[in-house]
């Protein structure tokens, strides 16, 4: 273990290891964790210390402010074999900036799996092709912080082109914690509608519109929901978890996948994953969320991690 952490680092180490130790895991799939330029991860930081309109008004104090590279070995310590680095842009222009940036943390950062991002704007198609072509294994959009339809036409080439790759989108398009004009099952169903074969991850396991994100995924295969903050005690607060909803979550244990929004939570790492077992759902279940499930979708193999590619997902074997 790294001599860099703090004692209660190495603590919360050594209790996130256990949690998947316990279940037989290899390790974890974080799906979303966010990694970005740091000018622009400072400006995210400062909105939540401001209790910027995202948190709903809500104290949003941040647990992991370390540097970088710490944050990104904290993530290897806790035994995360593949992790994402969601970015995002809130205006047009800024894409292509931020996916300029991501090739080059996939490139060094071991465990990343190369994320990218998009816009609607003229040339998104073009600029979504150039980082599939450039290996970017799963992208990330925001519709609240973006502010834009996810049906915009000028977003239409640029879906396409991510459901014929099968690359994954993980898209926070629910309306929690706060709303946006074009959050809300309703717009992301009509992308859909175009794009049946479109690999979604929900973030946020559509808070706080669960239920609605969960017809949404009962009625396409291809639609799977991250559980970033969802059933934490900080969530509960804002927006509980119907608890009629329990089975669905179960029948649909196959397409839930681990997110955390790490290093950006209020909450220990930890938390997350006790959140996920106090359901009650089962060490199967947990298993599927917290590994399996990913791994398939990622292709990711038995011993390597995100940023080298399965031979499911395309060029040949690695290491
Ligand atoms: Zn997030």
Known sequence: MSDHLTASARAETADVRRFWEGLGLPGLVDVHTHFMPERVLRKVWAYFDALGPLTGGVEWPITYRQEESERAELLREFGVRAFTAM??????????????????????????????????????????????????????????????????????????VLAEAGVPVVIHCGSGPAPGTYTGPEPIARVLARHPRLRLIVAHLGMSEYEDFLDLAERCTEVRLDTTMAFTDFAERMAPFPRRALPRLADLGDRILLGTDFPNIPYPYLHQLHALERLGLGPAWLRAVCHDNAAGLFGLRENESGSERGNESGSGAVG
Do not use: I
Request: hydrophobic share 45%; with cysteine.
């Open 87 to 160: 970015l995002y842009p809130h205006k047009p222009g800024m894409a292509r900036w931020l996916n300029g940036w991501a090739v080059d943390f996939a490139r060094r950062t071991p465990g990343c799996l190369h994320t990218s991002t998009l816009f609607p704007e003229p040339g998104a198609e073009s600029l979504v092709r150039d980082a599939v072509e450039a290996g970017a294994r799963v992208f990330k959009a925001h519709v609240q912080v973006g502010a834009y339809d996810p049906a915009d036409a000028l977003l239409d080439g640029a879906w396409g």
